[in-house]
C-alpha cells in the first residue's frame, strides 16, 4: 500500500510540475526553485506533515519534500537553539543529501574524461 | 515584418508540444522514482532505522544512485523521456549537481567544476533556505520558537 501511495503521489507532484513547465514556457530551473519554496511554505503552514505521513517517500523524494525538510529541521532545532536555529537549522535535515550530491559530484568529474 | 505577424509566423512553425505524452511520462517516472525511494527507505527499516533516523541514508542512496545513473550517462535519457518526472525527485536534484560537475570539467577543477557545480542546485538551495529563514522568523515571532 505505501508503495503505491508513493507511486501515484510522487507521479502527481511530478505530473502537476511538468504541466505548469509545459503551459508556461518555464524553464526547469524556475520550477525548481518553485517547488522547494511551495513545499517550504506548506512545512511552515503544517500541511505537508501530515501529507507526508501519508504518501511517505512520494511527499519526500520530490522537491517539494526538500523545501519540508529544511523548514522542519530548522523548527524542530529552534526550542533548544532559539534564533541561532535560523541560521543552523535548516541544514542538519538537508545536509547530507546536498553534502552527498557534491562529493559525488566532484568524484565523477574527477574520473570521468572531459568532454570536448 | 511586424513582430506581431512574426510571432504568429513562429507559432505556426512550432510543433505543437505534446502535453499530454509530457504529463503521462512525468507521472509514471516520477513515480517509479518515487517507489524506489520507498524501498530503499522500507528496506532501511527492517534493518532497524526509525522514521527520524532513516532519512539521511534515504537521500544519500538516492543521490548515489541518481549521481550513478548520471556519471553513466542514463540520467540524462531518462529526463528526456520523464522530463519532470526525473528532474523533481532528488535523483534529479544529484543530476543537477554531478551533469554540471563533469561537463564544466574542461574549464578546470577551480572556476569550472568548482564554479559550476552548483549552478542549478545553488539557486534551488538558495531560495529554499531564505523561505525556510522567514517561516523561522514568523514561528519564533509567534511563539517565541516553541512548537
Known amino acids: 500500500m505505501s508503495f503505491l501511495l508513493a507511486f501515484l503521489i510522487g507521479g502527481a507532484l511530478c505530473l502537476v510540475a511538468q504541466l505548469i513547465m509545459d503551459f508556461t514556457g518555464a524553464t526547469p530551473a524556475v520550477i525548481l526553485v518553485g517547488s522547494v519554496v511551495l513545499g517550504a511554505i506548506a512545512a511552515g503552514l503544517g500541511i505537508y506533515e501530515p501529507f507526508a505521513k501519508l504518501a511517505g517517500a512520494g511527499a519526500t523524494v520530490p522537491l517539494p519534500g526538500f523545501g519540508f525538510s529544511l523548514v522542519s529541521g530548522l523548527l524542530r532545532e529552534m526550542p533548544k537553539e532559539g534564533w541561532v536555529a535560523l541560521f543552523s537549522g535548516a541544514f542538519k535535515a538537508t545536509g547530507a543529501g546536498i553534502k552527498a550530491a557534491l562529493i559525488f559530484g566532484l568524484i565523477a568529474s574527477f574520473v570521468t574524461r572531459a568532454r570536448a | ?147
Not at chain 2, 542514463?74 to 536534484?93: E, H, Q, S, V, W
Open chain 2, 1 to 147: 515584418m511586424e513582430p506581431k505577424e512574426y510571432r504568429q509566423r513562429v507559432r505556426r512553425m512550432e510543433q505543437p508540444r505534446p502535453v499530454a505524452r509530457n504529463a503521462l511520462w512525468a507521472f509514471v517516472v516520477g513515480g517509479l522514482i518515487c517507489v524506489v525511494g520507498q524501498g530503499v527507505q522500507s528496506g532501511l527499516m527492517s534493518l532497524g532505522y526509525d522514521q527520524e533516523s532513516v532519512k539521511a541514508p534515504v537521500s544519500i542512496i538516492l543521490v548515489f544512485l541518481g549521481s550513478l545513473a548520471t556519471a553513466l550517462g542514463l540520467y540524462d535519457r531518462l529526463a528526456k523521456l520523464g522530463g519532470m518526472g526525473a528532474n523533481l525527485p532528488i535523483t534529479g536534484f544529484a543530476n543537477s549537481v554531478v551533469a554540471p560537475a563533469m561537463e564544466f570539467k574542461q574549464e578546470g577543477p577551480i572556476m569550472g567544476t568548482g564554479a559550476r557545480i552548483f549552478q542549478v542546485a545553488g539557486p534551488v538551495i538558495a531560495y529554499g533556505l531564505l523561505t525556510a529563514f522567514v517561516v523561522g522568523l514568523v514561528r519564533f515571532a509567534i511563539s517565541g520558537g516553541k512548537p
